[in-house]
């Protein structure tokens, strides 16, 4: 029998794989097995899934609360190179901080809550990023290794973290993952999520040869522990940011070697490489003419995000529903492969607290000010709310169309609840709005949300946060959104 990827049968959110008997005469076969192939290389079912950001790489708008306690021992740490500077440093920070990395790793995912949210809301597929520090060699970079292991982020971490139990428990419900390079030696974004704010150094031949070696390091590592074949897709590095041609070269190397000469030769014909062009998705045309294998199946990894391409912050939520509307579908040129939207979230500000990572040492008005795009009276306002005032808005109703955030806790007490129902509306229809657009390009097969969680208890960032927004009933099935009228009846 042979299987063929991508034509199976769903049921409650769970890939299936049909099979077909290969019998009769011998010419038969070999038609047969050719047409097999042939879409074996070419189809993708629908993606319904979720990133889990913040697990192996524990940013810190996600994860504010550790980054708030690692900061007591290494302040003005904005991102994963400054802390582990810091540790590596100073032997009394790295005790401190080590355990509380390593306590982060293994109970940031609760195993149980994660499987029930699979099933009840039909995912079928998960975005796992990942970091080239679990993936150092200790005799080939030991100044390297020995820094990212002074702070918790190392091989022997990654052994003791939840990692391998996720894939289990996604093999368990048949959920595919996609194990994305989120970061690589030198940067290859300059922002927080790839490593080190404010610094682009990848593209260089040293680091792309390094580079390249993590995803080789990366694959022996899968294989040596059996989890190979629990890989559906391989993202070869998320969210590059190149300035110049020689970038741009440095980047087609570094893919280049990656899929022909470590992806390629490893994979099985249902597994398939991911491509992310950049935050701005503006290396779609650089990637489809890179000279990649043709039998390997492709498919692009687009981040959409209103909150920083197009921020609406004092609009109404049909604005908010208008603007995904018109944004949502574009395809941004592919001519080559199909797409997923890989990244996007429900936030329409960019004023969640330590977003982007690169705060200047903890400062708390950093969020607010620092980016052109910011509005700083809208976030102040935010900040406001936070503090238990509603300076500026006679209603938390008028503040529904502009951002979720921390501050809609708040709603929800002192005689707001029919207001806070009215959010959740609004946010339920908002949701199958993202949904409708997003698959509504023929080139388009599905979506990633990015988070499956955020913070703790006390610092969930809602309108990032797929967890939370499944407790308060505004996702329950990625596979059939809500109708308006649905929306209404629930809240």
């Keep these: 029998r042979r299987t063929i990827p991508g034509l199976g049968s769903e049921t409650h959110g769970i890939h299936r794989e049909k099979t077909i008997p290969i019998s009769g005469n011998y010419s038969m076969r070999l038609l047969l097995l050719a047409l097999v192939l042939s879409l074996a290389y070419g189809q993708v079912d629908t993606i319904r899934a979720v990133n889990l950001g913040g697990h192996l790489v524990p940013e810190p708008f996600i994860v504010p609360s550790l980054w708030e306690q690692v900061n007591t021992f290494c302040p003005a740490s904005k991102d994963i190179w400054n802390l582990c500077e810091c540790t590596i440093q100073n032997p009394h920070a790295s005790a401190q901080v080590k355990p509380l990395m390593q306590q982060h790793l293994r109970d940031f995912i609760n195993l149980t809550q994660f499987k029930s949210n699979v099933v009840n809301t039909k995912i079928n597929t998960v975005r796992y990023p990942i970091s080239f520090t679990y993936f150092l060699d200790p005799e080939a970079d030991p100044q390297e290794f020995n820094k990212y292991a002074s702070c918790g982020l190392s091989k022997t971490d990654l052994d003791q973290s939840s990692f391998a139990d996720v894939l289990h428990a996604a093999r368990s419900l048949n959920v595919r993952v996609i194990l994305d ?113 043709s039998n390997v199946t492709y498919i692009f990894d687009l981040h959409e995000y209103i909150c920083f391409s197009n921020p609406l912050y004092l609009t109404t939520m049909e604005d908010v529903i208008a603007s995904v509307k018109s944004s949502f579908g574009d395809d941004r040129g592919i001519t080559k492969w199909q797409y997923f939207v890989g990244e996007w979230s429900m936030a329409s500000t960019d004023c969640a607290e330590y977003l982007n990572g ?12 620092q980016h052109q795009n910011r509005n700083t009276f809208m976030c102040n306002k935010i900040d406001q709310v936070r503090g238990g005032e509603l300076a500026g808005f006679q209603t938390c109703s008028s503040i529904v169309g502009v951002d979720m955030n921390v501050a809609w806790g708040h709603c929800s007490t002192a005689g707001r609840e029919v207001e806070y129902k009215t959010y959740k509306e609004s946010m339920c229809n908002l949701f199958s709005t993202y949904i409708n657009a997003i698959t509504s390009n023929t080139k388009n097969i599905g979506f990633s949300f990015w988070t499956y969680l955020t913070g703790d208890n006390q610092r969930r960032i809602q309108q990032w946060d797929f967890s939370w927004l499944v407790e308060n009933g505004i996702i329950s099935n990625l596979a059939n959104p809500p109708t308006p009228e649905e929306c209404k009846a629930k809240f």
């Design 181 to 293: 390079l989120h970061q690589v030696q030198g940067c290859q974004n300059g922002y927080d999520n790839g490593g080190h704010a404010g610094v682009i150094g990848f593209y260089n031949a040293e680091n792309v040869k390094k580079g390249v070696q993590t995803w080789a390091s990366m694959v022996d590592y899968l294989s040596t522990t059996r989890l190979l074949s629990y890989i559906w897709g391989f993202e070869v590095l998320n969210e590059p940011v190149t300035s110049s041609a020689s970038d741009l070269g440095f980047l087609k190397s570094f893919t280049e070697s990656v899929v022909n000469s470590v992806l390629a030769p490893r994979m099985s014909h249902n597994q398939v490489v991911v491509l992310q062009p950049g935050p701005a998705n503006d290396k779609i045309a650089a990637y489809e003419a890179y000279n990649l294998l």
């Design 358 to 369: 690169a705060w200047g040492g903890f400062d708390p008005n950093y969020y607010k000010n």
